[in-house]
């Protein structure tokens, strides 16, 4: 009885629930490179080419291993190009009697496989993606009937459950479960982070790379400077890299930003994670042996191991938990279109530029940038959820809908009315003026908030806390900037207010508002707009409208 076995484009894991019991001379397991999933949303050049690369580099090794292997190229001219048909497809081809997969890490695919029995007339077994460290079953009854979600105090179980530093089991290594107040210290002028590892396109990822260039000419992004890991043993060195030359100084600097600078100290291990090429155990053991042996400090390794055993498993359990309602929710009623300059990246806000164009180069930016520029702008500015959610789909090699949609909807654009975060992440200029050096070269002026040359990020910030002020009382935590709007002059707040209606209608225009005097003239200032060949074409409507105005 042969046995079709599904293995997903974000599933290349030897480890893959979907392989467990795998008989390699009955068996045959299923890749498919389909059009649907690249153009779901046009996503980005480079993400198209990691996964579709990290699947023939999978199939490859399986095969190695004497595995029967059904292989679905995209420019096969017998590709249907999705996934329901061709497992359908596939099954009559090799004549299965029924069909093993692992759960989708998208709502949007589980309710296309819900469909595969019915298209092949085959028993399907879905099974638990046991990859995660926190099974769905284990957050729903953590979850229970609480009335606030917060991941601290997830985190604080899954230390517990896993033993990662901890020094007795319910004493944390160093006293403290968590050491964010330590993980927030500026870029220093003179500190050189080592560039990450990068790993040369052998001969299959060329050949891939030519096809996403040949059959997605006009999707965001290009190739040129593509260096991920395809493999597990790539991203193995990857970490490795990362422990020995960048986790000490980690912690010191998560939070920073500095222009020029694209990765800092981080890792740039989540797209080969989320694609299945590294075991997130694995890199919080890493890292936590690196503590032990006295080569990383507490703050660094501690820091690490919770965007992993803390965030990432509390978004996955978020967005499991509820799905598929959470994406129509709209609290702060936004509705307005996504500018251009999101795409483009021309803009004066030196910021803004930065983040967005190494975006489109490298398909990365790290949390910060993504929370506190893009975000906090898209926040600030009332975008439409739905289209900024689409947009961080498309632009960065790491995202899947099941930790890109809470973490943007929910913690950048408090979208979910506090399921996430128990307050707006909102900030004015200064925030960004703390934590880089973006704004000494900007054309606007970090100490403005009104007239000729303000940062956008100050007139933006009074103007939504103002504008939100009767949804916000109710919230003890924006106590504080309530107090100071309502101290402030009146005179002053109407012209933040009108400064803001004015740039924000001319954003709806498509251009940015020119300011006749600004307070310094810098390089920055007179580098005009990016001309770059990698600009997109007119990106299509999103998949979905919020409700809201607009």
């Known amino acids: 009885m042969t046995i079709l076995r599904v293995v997903l484009g974000d599933q290349c894991s030897e480890g893959l629930s979907a392989l467990e019991g795998l008989d390699p001379v009955r068996d045959v397991v299923l890749l498919a490179e389909v059009r ?75 309710q296309d496989m819900r469909g595969w029995e019915a298209a092949t007339g085959l028993p399907v077994e879905l099974r638990e993606d046991t990859r995660f460290l926190c099974s769905m079953a284990r957050f729903r009854q953590w979850a229970g009937d609480k009335k606030q979600l917060r991941m601290e105090y997830f985190y604080r179980e899954m230390r517990r459950a896993t033993g990662l530093l901890m020094a007795a089991p319910d004493e944390p290594a160093g006293g403290a479960w968590n050491y964010d107040a330590e993980n927030r210290g500026a870029m220093p002028a003179g500190v050189v982070p080592p560039a990450p590892r990068r790993f040369p396109a052998d001969a299959t990822t060329r050949e891939v790379i030519a096809l996403v260039e040949r059959e997605f000419a006009d999707h965001f992004g290009d190739c040129a400077q593509f260096g991920w890991p395809v493999t597990a043993a790539e991203a193995e060195q990857a970490l490795e890299d990362f422990v020995a030359r ?41 890292a936590e042996a690196a503590y032990r042996r006295g080569e990383a400090p507490l703050n660094a390794v501690e820091g690490f191991i919770r965007q992993i055993l803390g965030w990432r498993e509390y978004v996955r359990g978020i967005y499991w938990l509820k799905m598929p309602d959470y994406v129509r929710t709209n609290a702060l009623e936004a509705g307005r279109r996504l500018p251009w300059l999101y795409w483009s990246g021309e803009t004066a806000m030196a910021c803004m530029k930065s983040a967005i164009s190494q975006t489109r180069d490298l398909a990365y930016a790290h949390h910060i ?150 307070a310094r003239k810098t390089s920055a200032s007179r580098r005009g707009p990016d001309t770059s060949p990698s600009l997109p074409l007119p990106i299509p409507a999103p998949r979905r409208r919020a409700p809201g105005p607009g």
């Open 36 to 110: 649907a999933e690249c153009t779901y949303v046009r996503h980005h050049k480079q993400k198209i080419a990691l996964v579709l690369s990290a699947m023939r580099h999978f199939a490859e090794a399986l095969r190695q291993r004497g595995v029967r292997v059904a292989y679905s190229r995209l420019d096969d001219p017998a590709n249907t190009q999705t996934l329901a048909g061709e497992v359908a497809r596939v099954a009559r081809q090799v004549g299965a009697a029924r069909i093993i997969c692992t759960q989708p890490g998208e709502w949007r695919v589980l």
């Open 369 to 518: 940038q993504r929370l506190m520029v893009t975000g906090n702008f898209a926040l600030l500015a009332g975008l439409d959820p739905v289209e900024v959610n689409d947009w961080y789909m498309v632009v960065y090699a790491d995202a899947y809908e099941w930790v890109e949609l809470p973490n943007t909807h929910g913690m950048a654009l408090h979208a979910d009315g506090g399921v996430m975060a128990s307050k707006p992440y909102a900030a004015s200029g200064a925030y960004i003026n703390r934590m880089s050096n973006h704004c000494r070269g900007c054309a606007y002026d970090v100490k403005r908030a009104t007239g000729p040359g303000a940062c956008p990020f100050n007139f933006l910030y009074w103007d939504f806390v103002a504008r939100h002020a009767e949804r916000f009382a109710r919230n003890m935590r924006m106590a504080m900037p309530l107090r100071t709007l309502g101290k402030m002059d009146r005179q002053k707040v109407a012209a933040m207010r009108a400064e803001a209606a004015g740039f924000l209608a001319a954003l709806d225009r498509g251009e940015e508002p020119k300011f006749t005097a600004p």
């Open 246 to 286: 960048r986790l000490p100084r980690f912690g010191d600097f998560q939070d920073a930003m500095a222009e020029g600078e694209a990765t800092l100290f981080h890792a740039l291990i989540s797209a080969a994670m989320n694609c299945g090429l590294l075991d997130p155990m694995a890199a919080c053991r890493a």
